[in-house]
């Protein structure tokens, strides 16, 4: 099964990095990288020393709900661009394992498809998901933070 890797659409990350509002309803933090673990879900790398980031909460769901979660995450404070589609692991996945669980077309959690996988087994796991017919798309969320990372869909 051909699957793919999706950074955050254009338009939204577009209106953060130009001032507008997180998932709270509050204007992004500015910070400025140290280099050390700041990935871009938009261009999926990692933010350089010295470059302005953004800290703001994301809720990767179309509308509220129970299984709606909220996080923090990080972009470019700057224009990027963002990350074509692909089979390949995004850069900014350099962890050792990942969260990776399904996700229905409702929105939900689907119950018994979230483990601990490590990074190198990524794309066979979402493959293995995307043979269920209830699975519609997968997130990819640190393990030890939680924090979402990118979405996974069938190709």
């Known amino acids: 099964m051909a699957i793919q890797f999706k950074a955050l659409p254009t338009q939204d990350v577009r209106a953060l990095q130009f001032g507008g509002p997180d998932a709270y309803g509050h204007t992004p933090e500015r910070k400025i990288s140290d280099g050390d673990g700041m990935p871009c879900r938009h261009c999926l790398k990692n933010i350089a020393s010295g470059d302005a980031y953004l800290v703001l909460a ?75 017919d209830d699975i519609a798309y997968v997130h990819v969320r640190s393990a030890r933070n939680n924090c979402y990372q990118c979405r996974i869909e069938r190709a």
């Open 58 to 132: 994301y809720r990767p769901f179309p509308a509220l709900q129970p299984y709606a979660e909220t996080g923090p995450i990080f972009l470019h404070a700057q224009e990027c661009e963002r990350a074509p589609d692909t089979e390949e692991l995004p850069e900014i996945l350099g962890s050792s394992d990942y969260i990776v669980r399904g996700y229905g077309r409702d929105d939900r959690i689907v119950y018994g498809t979230g483990g601990v996988i490590t990074t190198g087994s990524i794309r066979a796991w979402a493959a293995t998901l995307f043979e269920r």
